[in-house]
């Protein structure tokens, strides 16, 4: 199945976030450190930058991972490095649809589109579009979801 | 010679304060009593409290009901609510599902009923009618149902036919074969090893003991409570279950709004051959604080009874499921390594209406979930499952309580499933 992805936008916007996390606790880690001595210091700015680089890698596969395709009767959204899931979401058991941006994701022109069905477990999320792409998403999910409503 | 529904305001039952602060007074009354008598000897001040809190609860139960009206209106039920919030509901009746009766131990011996309007949409939990005289309750329900299904008020309700009936023997046995047995089996020889090594210390620990005894019984006590003179009826409208020792209930299962059963054979039950068949259905009840026991009530199709039993009220259900296995149900053997436990009882199969999952450690459940009801798919598969080419499928329904998986699938099986599922679903959503 070939799959559309989200912007690559979106890694850029995984960096900021990681980095916004990541530069305080490698500066107050190595601070610390310092307190007592300067191999210390060394030592914690080492290990935090690791686990800085290990999270990043990880991000970096995860946001690979997002996928949607819109089928004829379905929208299939597929995700997850570690636990891989593909979901599939007819048209017709759309309930409401879900457009958000938070304060990152706007400032990237981003937003998440998220389809909710009468069941908690189905969960279709795709993050990450681009402004206009989640506006198009939008609608054409509205549209579909109301040409082939079915009752519950 | 019966009475029309109101179409102008009217009140419920006078007497349904009383009802409805029953289990209250009688905890009021549980304290206060003894103490009176019991105690030292009158004490003014203890009778004038006693006294307050009584009338508090028996004035806030007289204000709620002098607010509270009534009338049926242009194809509505309209309920009128509240004193300092007031509240005004409409319940269209087209959209009514069940009409539910419920009767407290109060409510009952001052021959009272309540009337549950179920509806599918959440927040229905207000639309009741508490309290109407029995007589009164049966008969707006089926003036109600008569008015929702568009004919005329007097229009008698359909005869419904009786099914199966629980008997009670075997209810109490069923609860009995389960936590208290095991308690039981593990207590008694701690017991007997105690008296023989240290004969004085057996007088405390059987103290103890008792507590948590007395814990285990009342979760069975409550359960024959909710389940006791279990009958089954087949109406038009749906299933009529209904049961109750104390509190008696008459609920129905609207046929069609199925989104799932499941039977349960748990380990002690074996040798009986006993099983549980359970129904899930797309209606949001508000949830109350205390009423766990009626939520837990409207799962149970059957609460305890035989396979054969189980099948055929399932086949009413869900017309052409089963819920025995057919060859190849079963995940490929490598699969015992992710699941060495309950690889034995792993099962799942699609057929062309429904998609049937078993699985289960001691206790074994299987779901039958009809594909007609199916909101989505989702296929998952962890790193061990990777490792071992395992998948799994799982289809949610508007259920609440559970949805179907098929565990441990072989990859190939679980694509096949995954291009198949979506189709047949729509097939089935369309017959």
Known sequence: ?152 | MSEELPSSWARLHPLSPLARAGAALVAVLLVAGPRQLLGEGIDGTRAVLDAVVAGVVLATGAVSWLVTRWRVSEGELQLELGLLRRQSLRVPLVRLQAVDVVRPLAARLLGLSELRLVLAGSGSGKARLSFLAHGRAMQVRAQLLAVGAGLHETTPEATEQPLTRVPNARLIASALVGPPAVLVALVVPVLVVLAVVEPSSVGPVLTSLATAGFGAFAVVLRRLNVEMSFTIADAPDGLRLRSGLLQTRAETIPAGRVQGVRLVEPLLWRPFGWCRLEVDVAQQREHEVGEEDVQQLSSALLPVGTREQADALLALVLPGASTRPPPGAQPPRRARFKAPLSYRRLAAWCTEDHLVGRTGRLEVRTVVVPLAKAQSIRWSQGPLQRRLRLVTVHVDTAGRRWSVAARDRDEDDADDLLVRLPDLARTARLR
Do not use: C, N
Request: hydrophobic fraction near 55%.
């Open chain 1, 1 to 152: 199945m070939d799959y559309l992805h989200p912007s690559p936008k979106l890694w850029r916007l995984r960096q900021v976030q990681l980095a916004t996390v990541a530069v305080p606790v490698v500066l107050l880690a190595t601070v610390l450190g310092a307190l007592s001595s300067a191999s210390a210091a060394a030592a914690a700015f080492l290990a935090t930058l690791a686990a800085t680089a290990a999270a990043a890698v990880s991000l970096r596969r995860r946001v690979l991972s997002w996928g949607y395709a819109e089928r004829e009767d379905d929208l299939v959204v597929t995700r997850g490095v570690l636990v891989q899931r593909i979901t599939v979401v007819p048209y017709g058991r759309m309930q409401f649809l879900d457009v958000t941006a938070g304060p990152f994701e706007r400032s990237f022109g981003l937003a998440t589109v998220q389809l909710h069905t009468a069941a908690a477990a189905s969960d279709a999320r795709i993050p990450g579009l681009a402004a206009a792409e989640a506006a198009r998403l939008r609608d054409r999910l509205a549209l579909l979801g109301e040409a082939r409503a079915a009752g519950l």
